[in-house]
């Protein structure tokens, strides 16, 4: 199936994209890496009268480190995350741990980060990781430019915070310190399909006690949803000097250990996962325990491989 007519423009800045953006209104959508939008325009399920290929709209492309933040421009593909340098510390680690979960090399070479917050599919894997870590998304229209939370923006299914007249010009990430540990962890059916559930995870460890944590979860709810409850569970929890544990690395972890306690909490008080047709509810459920609890334990391992980059000699600081 082709996609049905439509109009064409390549703007050349900014202030050009969100004029014709104004001028159409829903009736336009932005083509950036496209591999989502040309897909739905092939099969008629969006029909767009007017394309705008922001591709060489200068600046948006740009990836860089400042205020405490990675900056990311909407052009930015999802394969300059592949390596660990793309940030300082565990940022970078977490990032080129997440990028490889998405899709195949040729749509990660195309797709960006801001057109999946953009299309803000509810298994996308950038979602997880925006809401976990509490992002920012810059937003602009012919009004002028505003920054939302990723917790505010995403409405549901394909649904966002951003409005027909705007496109998303960058997203920022903190930047996080060297006691943090992170991990990604994801599930799917089939190698080519979506996550069934993924999780995104930030523990911060120190002396075998955690402080902060961060969880994002996508494909748990009907939009990514940070794990709230579940991270206070962990605050002032003892994981010990060591993760020789066996316990840690075993395929279940008890509800008397805090990383399966939390587990058990993100499963059923944070999540709210949407019946299957190959999984109902509560195996959803099962599924988002598991993976958090593999998620903390691999943020944990984390901590600890990279403890000796403050001083500490591989132990805990």
């Not at 994209?17 to 092939?42: F, H, K, T, Y």
């Not at 009268?49 to 480190?65: A, F, S, Y």
Request: net charge negative; aromatic share 6%.
């Amino acid at each position: 199936m082709k996609p049905a007519a439509f109009d064409y423009i390549v703007p050349g800045t900014v202030g050009e994209a969100v004029g014709a953006l104004a001028e159409a209104g829903e009736r336009a959508r932005i083509l950036a890496g496209g591999q989502s939008l040309i897909l739905e325009m092939r099969c008629r399920r969006c029909l767009p009268e007017l394309v705008v290929d922001i591709n060489r709209v200068q600046g948006l492309d740009q990836l860089r480190v400042e205020d405490g933040g990675l900056q990311v421009g909407a052009l930015v593909r999802h394969r300059a995350f592949e390596s660990p340098r793309v940030a300082p510390g565990p940022l970078g680690r977490l990032l080129s741990r997440t990028v490889v979960n998405i899709a195949h090399p040729p749509i990660r070479a195309l797709g960006t980060m801001a057109g999946s917050l953009a299309w803000a599919h509810p298994a996308a894997e950038w979602g997880a990781v925006a809401v976990g870590l509490d992002a920012d998304i810059e937003l602009r229209g012919r009004a002028g430019t505003r920054t939302v939370a990723a917790h505010d923006y995403f409405h549901g299914p394909h649904r966002t915070e951003c409005r027909p007249q705007e496109m998303i010009t960058s997203v920022r990430l903190p930047l996080l310190d060297d006691t943090v540990g992170v991990a990604f962890v994801e599930h799917r059916r089939t190698r080519a399909g979506f996550a069934q559930v993924a999780v995104a995870v930030a523990l911060t460890v120190l002396d075998g006690v955690i402080t902060q944590a961060f969880i994002g979860l996508a494909n748990a709810a009907d939009r990514p949803v940070r794990a709230q409850v579940a991270e206070l569970s962990l605050i002032g929890a003892e994981i010990g000097s060591s993760f020789s544990d066996p316990v840690i690395f075993g395929s279940a972890l008890s509800d008397g250990h805090p990383f399966g306690h939390a587990a058990r909490i993100a499963a059923e008080g944070d999540a709210d996962p949407c019946a299957q047709p190959y999984a109902d509810v509560e195996y959803q459920r099962q599924v988002v325990a598991v993976l958090v609890g593999r998620a903390l334990c691999q943020a944990a391992s984390d901590r600890q491989a990279h403890a000796g980059h403050d001083g500490s000699a591989g132990e805990w600081r």
